[in-house]
């Protein structure tokens, strides 16, 4: 299974980005997947997270207002669209997804982590 995160960079506050998690090896439209973040000296937090066929979506208070996730489960996809960012934002983003992978192994599937810096 191989998770990959994109979409990450360095934007002044105010800004965008959209994130991009694609798998292979793991169906991800067979999952929930989320968005965590790990900022430097802090731990790993969840940012957002989706049901399959995107029945519900779920936000950290932090980001609730500005973020949104969604998913692509043609594309085997899922996005982060973060608007309004702050400084506070900064951090490592992961994908994450728990389930089968296709040739059926159970396991918790991370990403390396792509960086979100904002800064002026």
């Known amino acids: 299974v191989r998770i990959v995160e994109s979409g990450g960079g360095w934007v002044q506050p105010g800004g965008s980005l959209r994130l991009s998690c694609a798998a292979s090896g793991l169906t991800l439209r067979r999952y929930p997947v989320s968005w965590f973040r790990q900022a430097p000296g802090k731990e790993r937090d969840l940012v957002a997270s989706v049901t399959t066929q995107s029945f519900s979506t779920n936000y950290a208070d932090s980001v609730k207002g500005r973020f949104t996730i969604s998913r692509d489960d043609a594309k085997n996809t899922v996005y982060l669209q973060m608007n309004s960012l702050k400084p506070e934002d900064t951090a490592v983003y992961y994908c994450?997804?728990?389930?089968?992978?296709?040739?059926?192994?159970?396991?918790?599937?991370w990403g390396p982590g792509t960086q979100v810096t904002v800064s002026s």
């Open positions: 994450h997804a728990r389930g089968y992978s296709d040739e059926g192994r159970l396991g918790d599937y």
